[in-house]
Nanobody
Framework: QVQLVEFGGGLVQAGGSLRLSCAASGTIFSPNAMGWYRQAPGKQREWVAVITARDSTNYADSVKGRFAISRDNAKNTVYLQMNSLKPEDTGVYYC??????????WGQGTQVTVSS
């Protein structure tokens, strides 16, 4: 059983920063990729960033240059450093663990609210 728990959401003013963490526990197969998604009210969940087992990263255009994803394999944790936050970054942020054919896992989400 794999569980993902996100931390670090909250309320921040526009231009501010937040750092999200997602810790995975249980039987975690490698190699794997970890990523972040978000869902704004009334909208579909959208992909934000991904980091592969080889630490290759990729970002949605809307966050490129402002967000940075990283991981600590020893702690089975992925991070999302969010800078220069905008009101449109508001939403529930979810982390995802992709172990390929072995399984896909999601966290419960953490709320990020950016006030203007």
């Amino acid at each position: 059983q794999v569980q993902l728990v996100e931390f670090g959401g909250g309320l921040v003013q526009a231009g501010g920063s937040l750092r999200l963490s997602c810790a995975a526990s249980g039987t975690i197969f490698s190699p794997n990729a970890m990523g972040w998604y978000r869902q704004a009210p009334g909208k579909q969940r959208e992909w934000v960033a991904v980091i592969t087992a080889r630490d290759s990263t990729n970002y949605a255009d809307s966050v490129k240059g402002r967000f940075a994803i990283s991981r600590d394999n020893a702690k089975n944790t992925v991070y999302l450093q969010m800078n220069s936050l905008k009101p449109e970054d508001t939403g529930v942020y979810y982390c995802k663990l992709d172990t390929g054919w072995r399984g896909l896992y999601w966290g419960q989400g953490t709320q990020v609210t950016v006030s203007s």
